[in-house]
């Protein structure tokens, strides 16, 4: 088999450990192999670089061990090409696995050209995705809080989000921090409310009529300033991501042109695939790569699952959120194809689907450098006009009224 790298190397990355395995073909077919250890510490990590350096590697091959990859990432980004492998795809023989031996087989394997590398974004994409997604996280503790504060009010009898649709709007803050006060007068409450609420105090206080403690009070106070504090994280969270994601402003005006996608979801787009499309050959390789499309699996003439497998968690629930968005409009293509396929397969695959149509928009978006052109939502009327003829005729001559069709 044609050795592509002639010097290259297989590293086996622990936690505080490291395997490297240097690999130098020489004349004849053979390659001489020389194992090392390294410590995952800084210095330990400039020695690797040096030896790596002095031996003429130009390229390294490592498996995606959790996050441990990254630090052996860094040190050597820029000095030689670092291919980042699935685990599951260069999976050594069963039965002989050792740290010298994993090494070796991703050294041996990254010579002859075998390894596909994972798709790794330039550093100020890396540091957008890290903000975006713990932005999410943020946004995800701060609901689980939401969702904690109703859950006390119940124990307590107090039915407000009954009547009140945002527990923590103005009127809703306003009514809560004055039950944490030791007020619990229902009218004095109910009189706290505030706009749309003003003609419904009558019913709002019936609604806050329970038996809030002093316990319930505590626990309260607790959770609203959990979630002031979580409010201003996010908000710093939210200008930091703005700032960095300034250099691709071009790029997030054409991504919002996707119905569907906004400002934050067009920044959390970015930060998972990038702008440069380069990397995936067509929009099929971003959504095979992304999970985002039907699984192939055949056999002896069968159809198996078509799941779409396990791919991306944080894109595909920001494509999946934009989905839904998109499924509700009116006049879109993507609105339209939601309503053709959930008849038949169901909403959770109709907006799989929608979901997928969007990832390839964006695709196209930034490889071509222009603005979504929208379809319509008549796309499939204008595709099957033909088909659809024949049905709505089929249709009147089975309900007695026969028309010929035209010439």
């Known amino acids: 088999m044609e050795v592509l790298h002639p010097v290259c190397c297989g590293v ?11 690999r130098v073909q020489q004349a004849r077919g053979r390659a001489k192999v020389e194992v090392r250890k390294f410590g995952t510490t800084t210095g330990e990590l400039l020695r690797l670089h040096a030896w790596l350096s002095e031996a003429g590697a130009t390229h390294v091959a490592m498996e995606s061990t959790s996050v441990y990859w990254k630090p052996v990432f860094n040190m050597l980004e ?28 991703l050294a041996d394997l990254l010579a002859h050209g075998l390894i596909r590398g994972s798709f790794i974004p330039p550093t100020p994409i890396r540091e957008l995705r890290e903000l975006t997604r713990h932005r999410k996280n943020l946004v995800r503790n701060r609901v689980d809080e939401v969702n904690r504060i109703q859950k006390l009010l119940e124990t307590a009898n107090i039915k407000l989000g009954s009547v009140v649709s945002d527990v923590l709007g103005v009127s809703g803050r306003t009514i809560l921090r004055a039950l944490v006060a030791d007020e619990r007068d229902p009218m004095v409450l109910a009189k706290l409310a505030k706009g749309s609420l003003i003609p419904k105090v009558t019913k709002l206080a019936e609604a806050l009529r329970g038996r809030f403690t002093d316990h ?10 959990h979630v002031e504090h979580l409010d201003e994280f996010i908000s710093v969270c939210d200008e930091r991501i703005s700032r960095l994601a300034m250099p691709y402003a071009a790029e997030l005006t054409r991504l919002q042109t996707i119905p569907g996608i906004k400002a934050r979801a067009s920044q959390a787009l970015i930060s998972e695939i990038g702008v440069d499309m380069s990397r995936f050959p067509t929009a099929g390789h971003l959504a095979s790569w992304a999970r985002i499309c039907p699984g192939n699996h055949e056999s002896a003439g069968k159809r198996r699952t078509g799941s779409t497998g396990t791919g991306n968690n944080w894109l595909r629930s920001t494509l999946l959120e934009c989905a839904w968005a998109a499924s509700r409009s009116r006049k879109t293509y993507f609105g339209a194809q939601y309503r053709r396929i959930v008849r038949r397969r169901g909403p959770k695959r109709a907006v799989t689907a929608v979901a997928h149509s969007i990832l390839v928009a964006a695709y196209h978006v930034l490889r071509s450098g222009v603005a979504h052109r929208e379809l319509g939502p008549d796309c499939f009327d204008r595709i099957q006009t033909a088909k659809l003829t024949r049905y709505h005729l089929r249709r009147l001559a089975e309900l007695g009224y026969p028309v010929a069709p035209a010439a």
Do not use: I, M, Y
């Open 12 to 22: 086996d990355v622990h936690k505080d450990l490291v395997v490297a395995c240097l």
């Open 78 to 105: 820029g000095s030689v090409e670092v291919v980042l492998a699935n685990a599951h795809h260069v999976k050594a023989v069963p039965g002989r696995k050792t740290d010298v031996k994993d090494c070796e087989w």
């Open 216 to 225: 319930h009070a505590f626990l309260l106070g607790q959770l609203l300033r």
